[in-house]
């Protein structure tokens, strides 16, 4: 089965490098992948999209992702934007709020969507010491939808990472996998 993944967040919040990473680790159990970036103007703060195939077959297809079916919103001043876009018949969307996930299906005026929230600033903030939210965000997502297990995402972020980044950012995924709220 092929799924696909957006993510949305900002210039400098590591967009490209949190779909990498999730690609890195379903690489590693032996799964095929994709993962590329879509950027607007080049500067810190811009709106930014990542993008990621998972996919236990080859993947043929080599252009934007137009229909996922995972949306995750690292940055939660684009929930004003049309983050649902294009979303998936019963897709799911992950969300860095403070909100419920019934607060949010309301704000993004969806239906048949599953809404996931978690507060991976907060997460951030209390482990990294810094507002980067975006290995919390994969720590949710993997929670949310199993893509890859929790031991190939923390190898790959510790490689990535090394040393006690890299075991901050693991505490900092576990703490949102184990946090995520959804319906």
Same mark, same amino acid.
């Given at each position: 089965?092929?799924?696909?993944?957006?993510?949305?967040?900002?210039?400098?919040?590591?967009?490209?490098?949190? *779909?990498?990473?999730?690609?890195?680790?379903?690489?590693?159990?032996? #799964?095929?992948?994709?993962?590329?970036? @879509?950027?607007?103007?080049?500067?810190?703060?811009?709106?930014?999209?990542?993008? +990621?195939?998972?996919?236990?077959?080859?993947?043929?297809?080599?252009?934007?992702?137009?229909?996922?079916?995972?949306?995750?919103?690292?940055?939660? +001043?684009?929930? *004003?934007?049309?983050?649902?876009?294009?979303?998936?018949?019963?897709?799911?969307?992950?969300? /860095? $709020?403070?909100?419920?996930?019934? @607060?949010?299906?309301?704000?993004? $005026?969806?239906?048949?969507?599953?809404?996931?929230?978690? /507060?991976?600033? %907060?997460?951030?903030?209390?482990?990294?010491? %810094?507002?980067?939210?975006?290995?919390?965000?994969?720590?949710?997502?993997?929670?949310?939808?199993?893509? +890859? *297990?929790?031991?190939?995402?923390?190898?790959?972020? %510790?490689?990535?990472?090394?040393? +006690?980044?890299?075991? #901050?950012?693991?505490?900092?995924? #576990?703490?949102?996998?184990?946090?995520?709220?959804?319906?």
């Amino acid at each position: 089965m092929l799924t696909e993944i957006r993510w949305h967040g900002r210039g400098g919040q590591g967009i490209v490098s949190v *779909s990498r990473l999730l690609a890195d680790a379903a690489l590693s159990e032996k #799964k095929h992948v994709q993962s590329f970036p @879509e950027f607007g103007p080049e500067r810190s703060g811009a709106p930014v999209r990542g993008f +990621t195939r998972i996919s236990d077959q080859p993947i043929s297809i080599h252009s934007q992702i137009y229909n996922p079916n995972i949306v995750v919103v690292v940055d939660p +001043t684009l929930l *004003s934007t049309n983050v649902t876009s294009g979303l998936a018949e019963n897709g799911t969307i992950v969300v /860095n $709020s403070e909100r419920t996930p019934d @607060e949010l299906k309301k704000t993004l $005026s969806v239906q048949d969507a599953r809404v996931c929230s978690v /507060n991976a600033r %907060r997460i951030a903030l209390d482990v990294l010491g %810094r507002p980067i939210y975006n290995t919390a965000m994969l720590g949710a997502l993997i929670k949310v939808e199993p893509l +890859t *297990s929790f031991e190939s995402v923390a190898k790959v972020v %510790r490689a990535r990472f090394p040393g +006690t980044l890299g075991e #901050k950012n693991v505490e900092a995924m #576990k703490r949102a996998f184990e946090e995520v709220a959804g319906n």
